[in-house]
Structure formats: structure tokens, C-alpha cells
């Protein structure tokens, strides 16, 4: 028989060339990696350059309405977006944590927009 099914359906066996292995132990779906969520992360950033192009220039009418506190650092966080992916690129090999950093600029923009402003 190819497969067998547990009654409860909790564990699977599978054979294929006359070895036997359990999708619990194994598992049937590989675990992401840590390299990986960052390689994807560091991709995603990348990506999110390219709408930062048409975007940073247009933010220039964020000074339309009176000048604040929030107006500034709500410029200053998309027109400082490329930088942190830049400081990204250069240290992934090194510190692969630091494809994160990029969150900082998407933290304060989410937190002006929260607070409103």
C-alpha cells in the first residue's frame, strides 16, 4: 500500500522506495530559515523602491497644509527611505538582521499616521 491514514487523520506515513518516514517528524512543509525571511525581506525593500521613485518627489505637497511637527518628519521619513535600504544591502552579509532596519522609516510613517499628526 502507498499510503496509509491514521483512523483520526493526526499522522500520516508515506512510502517511497521502501523507505518509510512520518510527516509528523518530518514534516511535509519546510520551515522557513532565518536567511531566508531576511532574503525576502531584503527583496521586498528593493521592490518598494521602485513606487519611492514617483512617490518622494510628490511629497514636497505635504508643506500645502501649515507646517508641523509631523509635516517634517513625515518628509524627511520618505525622503530618507532609500537610505536605510542602502545601509541594508551593505551589511546583510555581515549582520543579516539588519534588513530590518528599513522597518524604522515604515514605524515612524505608521506612527505619525496613527496619531494623526
Same mark, same amino acid.
Given at each position: 500500500?502507498?499510503?496509509?491514514?491514521?483512523?483520526?487523520?493526526?499522522?500520516? +506515513?508515506? *512510502? &517511497?522506495?521502501?523507505?518509510?518516514?512520518?510527516? *509528523?517528524?518530518?514534516?511535509?512543509?519546510?520551515?522557513?530559515?532565518?536567511?531566508?525571511?531576511?532574503?525576502?525581506?531584503?527583496?521586498?525593500?528593493?521592490? &518598494?523602491?521602485?513606487?519611492?521613485?514617483?512617490?518622494?518627489?510628490?511629497?514636497?505637497?505635504? !508643506?500645502?497644509?501649515?507646517?508641523? +511637527?509631523?509635516?517634517?518628519?513625515? !518628509?524627511?521619513? +520618505?525622503?530618507?527611505?532609500?537610505?536605510?535600504?542602502? +545601509?541594508?544591502?551593505?551589511?546583510?552579509?555581515?549582520?543579516?538582521?539588519?534588513?530590518?532596519?528599513?522597518? &524604522?522609516?515604515?514605524?515612524? !510613517?505608521?506612527?505619525?499616521?496613527?496619531?494623526?499628526?
Amino acid at each position: 500500500m502507498l499510503r496509509q491514514l491514521a483512523p483520526a487523520f493526526e499522522h500520516v +506515513i508515506v *512510502q &517511497l522506495n521502501g523507505t518509510t518516514r512520518s510527516t *509528523q517528524q518530518t514534516g511535509m512543509v519546510e520551515k522557513p530559515t532565518m536567511s531566508r525571511i531576511y532574503k525576502a525581506l531584503f527583496v521586498l525593500w528593493l521592490l &518598494l523602491l521602485l513606487p519611492w521613485i514617483v512617490i518622494a518627489p510628490l511629497s514636497a505637497m505635504m !508643506f500645502d497644509a501649515p507646517p508641523t +511637527i509631523g509635516v517634517y518628519v513625515g !518628509f524627511w521619513t +520618505i525622503l530618507t527611505y532609500p537610505v536605510p535600504v542602502v +545601509i541594508a544591502a551593505l551589511l546583510r552579509k555581515k549582520a543579516p538582521a539588519s534588513v530590518l532596519l528599513p522597518f &524604522l522609516n515604515l514605524a515612524v !510613517f505608521g506612527i505619525l499616521a496613527v496619531t494623526g499628526k
